[in-house]
């Protein structure tokens, strides 16, 4: 599996929103040259994609969101490829700069190219994929489809924004949640602590 964790001045809904517009992946995902989403059942959609890599390929990809923190993906139809499976996982970053992305991708390309080619073609990928969604910020539309995810799973459970179940204010504390992943940056990269385990990606 090739990793890359990279940093965005931008909101996590906002970057969120972004990615999984995936009926827009062709104005700005790298290599990809149409994406259509086919089918929609709640946080599990299947999207056609058509991309323009070594040779022109179409797949069907499932994704399965975690609104505004995950997006995970699979390969669920097409030839070209044999698998194709991959995640962007967003998380605030430590220093209060926006977003930190970590992004994972992994392709059983078969007999159109060796597996070292492939993870060359990962790396290059997924380095495109962060300068495209820095870019993307600044021109996509606002859709606040996913910006309001934490009101709505607020709105779910009977309480308002900012207002506990039993109807405290905003300024009660807070239930302590159990830490999942943690993200601190060094002069050399990135230290990531996720559920029990430490990464450590290095700068491009």
Known sequence: MTKSVFQIDAPK??????????????????????????TEKGTTLQVELTL????????????????????????????????????FRLMNASDG???????????????IAPK?????????????????????VHTAPVTSKYAVAEVV????????PGVGAAGASS?????RRKRIVHVTQSGEGYRVWLMGKTHFYKFE
């Not at 700069?97 to 991708?105: L, N, P, R």
């Not at 070292?116 to 993307?136: D, G």
């Not at 799973?153 to 308002?160: H, N, P, Y």
């Open 13 to 38: 809904d906002r970057l969120f929103e972004i990615i999984a517009d995936f009926n827009r992946w062709g104005e700005w995902f790298p290599t990809c040259k149409e994406a259509k989403i086919v």
């Open 52 to 87: 323009a890599s070594m040779k022109t390929i179409t797949m069907g990809l499932e994704f399965d969101l975690t609104p505004t923190q995950l997006i995970n993906f699979r390969k669920y139809s097409g030839k070209d490829v044999k698998d194709y499976v991959g995640s």
């Open 97 to 111: 700069a926006g977003t930190v992305v970590m992004g994972e991708m992994e392709m059983d390309a078969g007999a």
């Open 116 to 136: 070292f080619l492939v993870s060359k073609m990962m790396e290059k990928s997924l380095a495109q994929t962060a300068e495209a969604l820095k870019q993307r």
């Open 153 to 160: 799973g607020a709105a779910a459970t009977g309480a308002a």
């Open 171 to 175: 300024q009660a504390v807070p239930a």
